[in-house]
């Protein structure tokens, strides 16, 4: 319970009294090894993709996301999935989007209340999901209207509800099991109609969003993705982009009201066009707060871990938030510093996306979002802190959400 309502205080403490490796007990995972060591974790994300099992550890999130989705399989068949899913999101692909994301969050963020303090994390949401179902899933209208619908009536407080193993269970009408199921088998339905249709449409091989391509795709022996395979990358999507993306933002406003310095200077940026820095503010968010607490890998066979032997099985965790906050990686690690991103930043010292051959498929696409969401706000708004004190995370599904939602007052310029 102190995990979930104060995950950096809970892992922070245990940290500073038993140090790099030390073990916790889970009631839904059981027993989990928690590594803080910066080599041990490269070992982990980079060496034996077969003794450290990222899909074997996330089989919580099945429910969510689907038994083919990437963040489920292992192995070869891990490897033949990301072969075919990528290249929709290779950096210069992702580039012919920029107009369509600044219209997407120059629309949720007019919306915009002034003159009070704002839970902004709504209207990010609002961003997010537009930019998925415009850019990912290729909808717009009233195709869009139900399948926005549906996907948010999936991912609502049930979702949390239902990442305990025995609550997924029919208990009847009224329980929560039948509830999220229903509405689940309610977005399956949506998208198999898409793609059914989307099949049929003559210009399917011209369209550059990600479901058509997803359905085009092949490998050199000429095997596609099954329709459920490309469901359940979608919808991996809408978990790995919708809730992480829109936390990103919200706490990137409420970092950056209490930093006034930093604030001026990414205004500045944003009226100047120098999105090097606004990517910079971005990276610092998603390290000071990163939209994820921990990368989770189970062991393939037993194995030794910084000199103790652990047992075939068990539960690993790479706590992103200690490793974030280290002195010997980062200087003033608690302080809101963007300029640090504008040098090179060892890529397996930041992990807001993971790292390694397991790293988000999508990373690019969330950063490339925020850039331009961060732009678009700054250029528009002026932004002061509600209140004195910084928020605090708490655990949302599996993410580290604002208390109070990003919270901040804005006026408009």
């Not at 692909?93 to 902004?120: C, H, M, R, W």
Request: hydrophobic share 45%; proline share 6%; glycine share 8%.
């Amino acid at each position: 319970m102190r995990l979930l309502d104060d995950p950096n205080g809970f892992l922070v403490g245990a940290w500073r009294q038993y140090g790099d490796l030390f073990r916790l007990r889970i009631q839904i995972m059981g027993d989990v090894m928690v590594v803080a060591d910066p080599q041990l974790i490269r070992e982990m994300l980079v060496g034996d993709q077969s003794l450290f099992l990222a899909g074997q550890a996330n089989q919580l999130g099945e429910p969510m996301v689907g038994a083919r989705s990437l963040f489920l399989t292992d192995g070869d068949d891990h490897v033949w999935q990301r072969r075919l899913i990528l290249p929709p999101f290779h950096a210069r692909k992702l580039q012919s989007y920029v107009k369509q994301i600044e219209a997407i969050s120059a629309k949720n963020l007019a919306a915009l209340p002034t003159g009070k303090a704002v839970a902004t994390r709504p209207y990010m949401q609002a961003i997010a999901m537009d930019v998925i179902l415009e850019i990912v899933f290729g909808v717009r209208g009233a195709v869009a209207d139900r399948l926005r619908e549906a996907l948010i009536a999936m991912r609502g407080p049930l979702g949390t509800i239902i990442m305990l193993p025995w609550m997924r269970q029919d208990f009847g009408p009224g329980s929560p099991w039948r509830i999220f199921t229903n509405r689940r088998n309610r977005v399956y339905e949506l998208m198999a109609e898409e793609m059914a249709a989307r099949r049929k449409e003559p210009d399917l091989a011209e369209r550059n969003d990600t479901l058509s391509m997803l359905l085009l795709a092949t490998d050199e022996e000429g095997r596609g993705l099954s329709d459920i395979d490309i469901r359940d990358q979608l919808l991996t999507l809408v978990t790995a982009g919708y809730e992480t993306t829109a936390t990103g933002l919200a706490w990137a406003v409420e970092r950056l009201s209490r930093n006034p310095e930093v604030l001026e200077t990414a205004r500045a940026a944003a009226l100047n066009g120098d999105d090097a820095y606004l990517a910079a503010c971005a990276r610092e968010t998603l390290r000071v707060r990163p939209p994820l607490y921990h990368i989770a890998r189970r062991l393939g066979h037993d194995y030794n871990i910084g000199g103790y032997e652990v047992p075939a099985g068990l539960a690993v965790m790479i706590p992103i938030l200690l490793l974030h906050q280290r002195e010997d990686i980062y200087d003033s690690p608690l302080a809101f510093r963007p300029e640090r991103f504008l040098a090179r930043v060892d890529p397996l010292d930041w992990l807001p996306f993971g790292g390694g051959p397991r790293r988000c498929v999508g990373a690019y696409l969330a950063e490339l979002e925020m850039q331009i969401a961060l732009k678009e706000l700054l250029t528009h708004y002026t932004i002061h802190p509600a209140g004195t004190k910084d928020e605090h995370m708490k655990v949302f599904h599996v993410t580290l959400v604002p208390k109070h939602g990003g919270v901040a007052v804005l006026e408009r310029i």
